[in-house]
């Protein structure tokens, strides 16, 4: 083209499409948004109803003790210590808890006595959580079976058998109401009775390991008894101040993860808003990519936050009010503001 010839841009009226009536535009953005309502709808209900059958599951158990393990490497940044499981409840019957898990398995009541040639190694948190869910499970599905043999059998007179089969039913009620969870043991500030105890242990850890020399095992000895003897007139000196038991107690707040301490039920909602709005499939991806996570942790922060709320204020008002009104409107509110984030970032986002 020679510098004397002018170029004039198309006509964009003639290389345009022509755009819809308003009246029919309205009515497609009416369908897209009956679409994603009624999506919606059925996603979220098809999750929750979904879930609702799966608590009772082997993969939520496992779920949930992800949850207490997170929250627990929370609250080891802001406390004394936590942890998981309860394992040293079940010290000494390391063997009649695996023994007894692997009858409940099979359907038949754990051993009378720990078997001969039972594995007795230490128990992992897993371990413990997996024993006292099958054994509630196990009791249950075993209460079931009485009920319904005792419903088949009309050779007991009335009203005994009436009243048998009422008390049954109640236990059963009972049971399938009572929730369980992995219990979370975390100690804020820890007294110094409970100092005096953990250095002792420590004594006898250093005292009998075979993985250091004898000179530094001595200098660390050393050091912790000195620190032992610093605890013991701690001690002493919180033992006159009867009235001062904050000074000389725990804080300390144990908790167990149940199953609505997961929060799948809001992630659901999450997932639902995903699936339903209009977009490509590799935008809802990385929606889900990003968003659950973020959600699985502002969870764990939830619950290290509620622990410590419950640590200091003993359980008491401020903790319940902090659990049951703020982070439940805190959770949903951010969940929400997840979804708009992703719309307007990722969806709806302008290519420059």
């Not at 755009?19 to 996603?43: C, D, E, G």
């Not at 992800?66 to 394992?87: N, P």
């Not at 009998?208 to 000179?215: G, K, L, P, V, Y």
Request: aromatic share 10%.
């Amino acid at each position: 083209m020679s510098d004397s010839q002018e170029y004039s841009p198309a006509d964009p009226a003639s290389s345009a499409e022509p755009a819809p009536p308003p009246a029919q535009h309205r009515k497609a953005v009416r369908a897209k948004t009956l679409k994603f309502i009624v999506v919606f709808m059925i996603s979220v209900l098809v999750l929750l109803v979904g879930y609702e059958t799966q608590k009772q599951s082997v993969a939520n158990d496992w779920y949930l003790l992800q949850v207490a393990r997170s929250t627990a490497w929370l609250l080891r940044f802001v406390g004394y210590s936590c942890t998981v499981g309860g394992v040293e409840r079940f010290k000494g019957r390391e063997g009649m808890v695996r023994a007894s898990v692997a009858a409940w398995k099979r359907g038949e009541d754990a051993p009378a006595m720990t078997p001969p040639d039972a594995n007795t190694s230490p128990l992992s948190p897993w371990e413990v959580w997996e024993y006292q869910a099958a054994q509630l499970r196990h009791e249950r599905n075993k209460l079931e079976a009485q009920l319904d043999a005792a419903i088949a059998d009309t050779t007991q007179a009335e009203p005994e058998r009436s009243a048998r089969i009422g008390d049954m039913r109640m236990r059963l009620m009972q049971m399938k109401s009572q929730e369980m969870g992995p219990l979370v043991s975390f100690v804020w500030k820890a007294g110094p009775e409970r100092r005096l105890a953990d250095a002792q242990k420590e004594i006898a850890d250093v005292q009998t390991r075979t993985d250091i020399d004898e000179s530094a095992r001595s200098r660390r000895l050393m050091a912790l008894r000195e620190h032992v003897a610093g605890l013991e007139k701690e001690v002493q000196a919180a033992a006159s101040m009867p009235r001062d038991k904050r000074q000389r107690e725990d804080l300390m707040f144990p908790f167990i993860v149940v199953p609505d301490c997961g929060a799948i039920q809001s992630m659901a909602i999450f997932f639902a808003a995903i699936l339903a709005f209009p977009a490509p499939w590799w935008r809802r991806l990385a929606g889900l990519l990003i968003g659950i996570p973020a959600l699985y942790w502002v969870n764990a922060f939830r619950l290290a936050f509620l622990a410590v709320i419950g640590a200091w204020d003993g359980g008491g008002p401020r903790f319940k009010f902090a659990h049951e009104y703020v982070w439940q409107g805190i959770y949903i509110v951010f969940v929400v503001a997840l979804w708009m984030a992703w719309v307007e970032l990722l969806v709806r986002r302008k290519r420059t």
